[in-house]
């Protein structure tokens, strides 16, 4: 019987034909990154030293859809469309009468959602006559994303892996490796910008995008690729959101919520978005929230201010929510969480009201992860068990209120290469780092100067 669907699929005929672009339809105008030397806003032709054109183009497209490129598609035909599965067993372990459905991103080659961008940026890159592309990966899952696309279109790729992570998820760059990536921990002694920060052992996302911008910059080749945090990423990730409205069409509900995790932003933007257009055109009513670490409380304990996108300052200034560009998070096992930011459209949203972010410790996001790993089968990442979290307090809340509620939420990858995080719970010796209240009033008092964000 159809109520009793556990997975909903869709053909390979319909994978999207086209992006959505949410900047159309925002109220209000968007604020404008900015020039760092001039504080006046950045021309898109200053992104050109370390992107194509074909991205620039998209990162500040007016369209409200963009077409998907057919050798992206056809490329995307080798894991989408991803499944959207009805956690029935959840949902009788939790006694909720909520409807719980997951949108399943880990069946990619590398494991998550960071491909449906990453091959988008290297056949770009590939059409401009670019050899070689650098970036920076926290846990590893954008690292292998653009290493297995740089394999498809025979691009060179260079990846700079923050520290904790290279240390905790050895496999993650044995996986870059076998797609013939070369990978270094960061900070590392091969860039001015690393060994500038040689004291922060640890490493962070923005010592990382320091050290690969740098690299990209000095050679006239090579290119630099982003796995989020920028209006082209995000549009990259929409095929999940549309995908996953047309599933539950086939599953004939709703959502009444649609939950994801955020560091930079590009999962909870590729599942929200398309249903973020219904909201903002129709007015229907449905709550969306983003997911972070305690660790590090972006969105939940940032301010909205002009900053940088990197540590060493060579991005432009970026509107959103922040601790600061040199803060450097607590080595959380979420490692692809641990960002100073936020996407600029997330933030927004949020700004706006139209997001909610919450923010939840290391251990209560395990303890949600295994829950769900013992119902479901899946074992999550450590970055999807925060959306975890976030759905089983809202299916208690549910049952609480004796209402069916419809909750949708993103797994964007699978925690097969986290294995040591899981070891350190159930032996009860998982820690819960604290965020650093003084760490972040440091960083926000060098926040450089620029017009204030009313």
Known sequence: MAEERLKFNLDEADIPAAWVNLMADLPGEALPPLDPRSKQPAEPASLSPIFPLGLIQQEVSPEPEIEIPGPVRDAYRLWRPTPL?????????????????????????????????????????????????????????????????????????????????????????????????????????????????????????????????????????????????????????????????????????????????????????GLAIPFLRRVIREGIGMRFIAAEPAACPTLTRGVYAYDFGDTVGLTPLMPMYTLGHDFVPPPVHAGGLRYHGDSPLVCGLVRQGLVEPRAYRQNETFEAAVQFARAEGIIPAPEPAHAIRAVIDEADAAREAGEERVILFGLCGHGHFDLSAYDAYLAGQLEDPEFSETDMDAALARLPEAPALA
């Open 85 to 269: 599965y009805r956690a029935r067993r959840l949902e009788q372990e939790l006694g909720t009468p909520a409807h719980i459905y997951y949108k399943y991103e880990g069946v990619s080659p590398p494991g998550s959602h960071k491909p449906n961008t990453a091959v988008a940026q290297v056949y770009e890159n590939a059409a401009a006559g670019i050899k070689k592309l650098t970036t920076e990966t926290g846990a590893g899952q954008w690292g292998s994303a653009l290493a297995f696309a740089c394999r498809l279109f025979g691009l060179e790729c260079e990846v700079w892996m923050v520290g904790s992570s290279y240390d905790q998820k050895p496999y993650r760059r044995s996986m870059m490796e076998v797609w013939g990536a070369t990978v270094h921990r960061s900070p590392s002694d091969r860039t001015e910008a690393g060994r500038s920060q040689r004291e922060h052992t640890t490493g962070s996302l923005g010592i990382a995008i320091s050290e690969a911008v740098e690299v990209a910059a000095q050679n006239a080749d090579t290119n630099y690729s982003l796995g989020s945090v920028l209006n082209h990423v995000l549009l990259h990730q929409t095929v999940i959101g549309q995908e996953a409205i047309a599933q539950l069409q086939l599953a004939g509900e709703e959502p009444d919520m649609v939950i994801g995790c955020v560091g930079g932003g590009s999962n909870f933007a």
